[in-house]
């Protein structure tokens, strides 16, 4: 999620798919970390494109429960392949970036669940032009959605009275209002207009200094990734606002937090407020996912870094001009990365990819090679419209092959889906604030 962030018509065509007698799968062939560039992009070979879906078990986390599993349209799972090898490239783990976009949903054990997402907290509802996704993630999002919709807040009536105004308005104007209430959620409207930035030659990260002001899932793993890759992570909170992944699954956090430094600092005291400016001061990488007034209000200056040869990872909902929220499920579905079901209707497409495969370009793109410092505006939106510029799937189908599925391709190809499965945690992640004086001390940065 961009955590301080965030015309109404259907997404793409629905695609029949009509299961014949499917090949035996192919042998399963180990993943190749040598692979082409992101930066090569778009993916024209669709045998490619079906093999890493089918490698990432996305399909298994699209579709209704209880019904047959979906297979995303775009190629999602083989950016985050070439992404994951770009960071391998520059010496980090050596990742399966496909598999990345599933592993929470592996840990949680959660499963697809049609028109609401995997995690729970966003809807897909029509609009009177098309359709919208709607998040309800945060403590104030009730009363906001109420306050939006022009109602009183009556608990547990919310969903069925939010329906009913979307039914009767059109895309274009929840969009409007959404952005004046910081409400994450929108009309599904692709713009494959949009694109983002791609990596360009790998860099070393081996004793990089990388601040991380990030929270909940694409900001993390990318400083996760990029401490893979032998850089010195350092996440800041401050005491009003701590991460929220803090509060969910313990293993997931961990597993994006483990080996990296806590410090909390309160930027409305005056000492800690100048320890911090010294610590960011001091960054090889700032990794951020927030509004540009939120750390404006710190008194921390973007552009001044960059300027002084700091790497600044902006990472937001729709770009730093954008005055718009968004979590990785209703980014991800607004901008047309939706599964079709059987009636042409839109479904979640795996579990909020917008974050991970943010989180993974972000990394890539820090990790690559440029002339002194910069700023770069990651918007999360323009990264999935990015992964559905690829040749469509009118040649793949989604097959069942005993208790199993394959997607198969018209070349004569078979690849079996592989069932979500995590990473283990390399560790435990600190308490919040647990090594402030210490990593203070280290940086020479005093504390009355």
């Not at 391998?88 to 598999?99: E, I, K, M, N, V």
């Not at 968004?326 to 939706?338: C, M, S, V, W």
């Not at 990651?378 to 559905?388: E, P």
């Amino acid at each position: 999620m961009a955590d301080d962030q965030g015309s109404g018509s259907t997404t793409h065509s629905a695609r029949r798919r009509t299961p014949g007698g499917p090949p035996s799968p192919a042998p399963a062939r180990p993943h190749s970390h040598a692979t082409q560039p992101a930066r090569a992009w778009p993916e024209s070979d669709p045998a490619r494109l079906a093999e890493d879906w089918a490698r990432s078990g996305v399909p298994l986390l699209t579709g209704h429960r209880g019904g047959p599993p979906l297979l995303p349209p775009g190629g999602a799972a083989t950016l985050a392949t070439r992404l994951a090898d770009h960071v391998a490239a520059a010496g980090g783990a050596r990742l399966d970036g496909a598999q990345l976009l599933t592993e929470r949903a592996a840990l949680s054990g959660r499963g697809r669940q049609g028109r609401l997402s995997v995690g729970g907290s966003c809807r897909l509802l029509p609009t009177r032009d098309g359709w919208a996704a709607v998040s309800d993630a945060r403590p104030d999002d009730p009363l906001l959605w109420s306050a939006l919709i022009g109602q009183d807040p009556e608990p547990g009536t919310l969903p069925g009275r939010l329906a009913h105004w979307l039914a009767a308005h059109d895309g274009t104007e929840l969009d409007e209002r959404v952005e004046l209430l910081s409400l994450a959620g929108g009309a599904v409207r692709p713009r494959p207009d949009r694109a983002c930035p791609l990596p360009a030659q790998p860099r070393s990260a081996a004793g990089l200094l990388v601040v991380d002001f990030s929270a909940l899932w694409a900001g993390p793993l990318c400083a996760h990734l990029l401490g893979t890759a032998g850089a010195r992570v350092v996440k800041v909170e401050t005491p009003s606002r701590p991460d929220g992944a803090r509060f969910g699954d313990p293993a997931f956090y961990d597993l994006l937090h483990a080996g990296h430094a806590s410090i909390v600092l309160d930027p409305t005291d005056p000492h800690e407020r100048t320890a911090l400016h010294e610590l960011v001061g001091r960054a090889d990488v700032v990794v951020e996912a927030s509004r540009p007034r939120a750390l404006a209000g710190f008194g921390l200056d973007a552009e001044a870094e960059a300027a002084r040869g700091c790497t600044w990872i902006s990472i937001t909902a729709y770009g730093r001009a954008s005055g718009r929220v968004g979590f990785g499920d209703d980014i991800a579905a607004a901008r047309g990365l939706l599964g079709i079901d059987a009636d042409g209707l839109p479904v979640f497409a795996g579990d909020a990819i917008a974050d991970p495969l943010t989180g993974l370009l972000a990394a890539a793109l820090a990790l690559s090679e440029r002339p002194g410092g910069a700023v770069l505006d990651i918007a999360m939106a323009d990264v999935v419209s990015t992964s559905l510029a690829v040749t469509d799937h009118h040649d793949t189908h989604l097959v069942p092959h005993g208790k199993n599925w394959l997607i198969t391709h018209s070349s004569g190809t078979s690849h079996p889906v592989t069932t979500p499965h995590p990473r283990r945690p390399a560790g435990t992640a600190p308490a919040s604030g647990t090594d402030t004086a210490v990593v203070l001390r280290e940086l020479g940065i005093r504390l009355p």
